[in-house]
T-cell receptor, first 114, second 109 residues
Framework: DTEVTQTPKHLVMGMTNKKSLKCEQH?????MYWYKQKAKKPPELMFV???????INESVPSRFSPECPNSSLLNLHLHALQPEDSALYLCASSPGQGTLWGYTFGSGTRLTVV | SQQGEEDPQALSIQEGENATMNCSYK?????LQWYRQNSGRGLVHLILIRSNEREKHSGRLRVTLDTSKKSSSLLITASRAADTASYFCARANFNKFYFGSGTKLNVKP
């Protein structure tokens, strides 16, 4: 299995809702990442998990809460989002933390906040 | 900014032609990687070139790196309609990538 699977593919949520994005990989990768990508912009790093521990938080607002329950799963919990948080959320993984390897990206969750 | 520039922002060619995209950066890098993104989808890793390498090939892809000029180029030979996508270079420094704004390639059949 050489894929990163993200669910759901699309999500529409209200500003008072709580929702979660899910990411799964079975490649034995020990680093996992959340990126946010606005339309016609490059991906922006949000969080890095290494060996299931949060390693990097790029000063992301607390309405985004990451969780890594085990080495294969990465969640992003969403609460009280704003319309400007609408974007494509990408999960990625790599054998270890850092940039020595290419990252494997999931196909993303298209989030719309209404 | 460590991001540098990518050019052109958009490129439209006929099927069978070659496509060249350029990427520049401002600070030192460990390696530089190229990714492809089909519309609204995830990124696909294409090729990685280390800072001590000058050229690398993978199928129809050829990447060059000139550390003295702080620039890299991606050449796609004999392009196909399926190559239509956005191409990003990722400048790798320590633990983080710096993605450029990308080149949008349109290959017309």
């Amino acid at each position: 299995d050489t894929e990163v699977t993200q669910t759901p593919k699309h999500l529409v949520m209200g500003m008072t809702n709580k929702k979660s994005l899910k990411c799964e990989q079975h490649m034995g990768h020990r680093a996992m990442y959340w990126y946010k990508q606005k339309a016609k912009k490059p991906p922006e790093l949000m969080f890095v998990y290494s060996y299931e521990k949060l390693s990097i938080n790029e000063s992301v607002p607390s309405r985004f809460s990451p969780e890594c329950p085990n080495s294969s799963l990465l969640n992003l919990h969403l609460h009280a989002l704003q319309p400007e948080d609408s974007a494509l959320y990408l999960c990625a993984s790599s054998p270890g933390q850092g940039t020595l390897w290419g990252y494997t990206f999931g196909s993303g969750t298209r989030l719309t906040v209404v | 900014s460590q991001q540098g520039e990518e050019d052109p922002q958009a490129l439209s060619i006929q099927e069978g032609e070659n496509a060249t995209m350029n990427c520049s950066y401002k600070t030192s890098i460990n390696n530089l990687q190229w990714y492809r993104q089909n519309s609204g989808r995830g990124l696909v890793h294409l090729i990685l070139i280390r800072s001590n390498e000058r050229e690398k090939h993978s199928g129809r892809l050829r990447v060059t790196l000139d550390t003295s000029k702080k620039s890299s180029s991606l050449l796609i030979t004999a392009s196909r309609a399926a190559d239509t996508a956005s191409y990003f270079c990722a400048r790798a420094n320590f633990n983080k990538f710096y993605f450029g704004s990308g080149t949008k390639l349109n290959v017309k059949p």
